[in-house]
């Protein structure tokens, strides 16, 4: 089932083809959309008025606040130090690791293909560029983009 018993959807929300996303475990505010091919995991809450483009991964730790737009093909990570197996070779389980939250701030966007490395913010209004690589919190209204990802400017300037 790609959408579990255990997701609590807000009026309005608008997911265009619910046989090919998989959500369980999360929260998705009121007027919402979600495209094609997304996963999101348990313990994700996504704010009212968000959009979340196609083939993006949302990972448990992760909360987004109101009217963020998400590009396509975004990437969330969750764990500082990923490993399948102990050092004694036994497959590690959710008590083997900890969860690294991250916090993406109203109405930021987050341009298609960018990486969001886990425990970071990113700030009221910023702008990640597409194909960056956050590594660290972004502040409020700043635009980045790089790999890793570098302050390049300001949302609240005109551009030139």
Known sequence: ?????????????????PDL?????CSIGADSKIGTFVEIQKGVCIGVRCKISSHTFIC????????V???????FTNDLHPRATNPDGSLQTEADWQVESTLVRRRASIGSNATIIAG????????V???AV????????AIVAGVPARVI????????
């Open 1 to 17: 089932m790609p959408i579990a018993d255990s997701v609590e959807l807000g009026n309005g929300v608008k997911i265009f083809h």
């Open 21 to 25: 996303i998989n959500l369980y475990g």
């Open 60 to 67: 448990e730790g992760v909360t987004i606040e109101d009217e």
């Open 69 to 75: 737009f998400v590009g396509h093909g975004v990437m």
């Open 120 to 127: 970071v913010t990113i700030g009221e209004g910023a702008l």
């Open 129 to 131: 560029g597409a194909g």
């Open 134 to 141: 956050v590594t660290r919190d972004v502040p409020a209204f």
């Open 153 to 160: 400017g300001d949302t609240r300037e005109p551009v030139k």
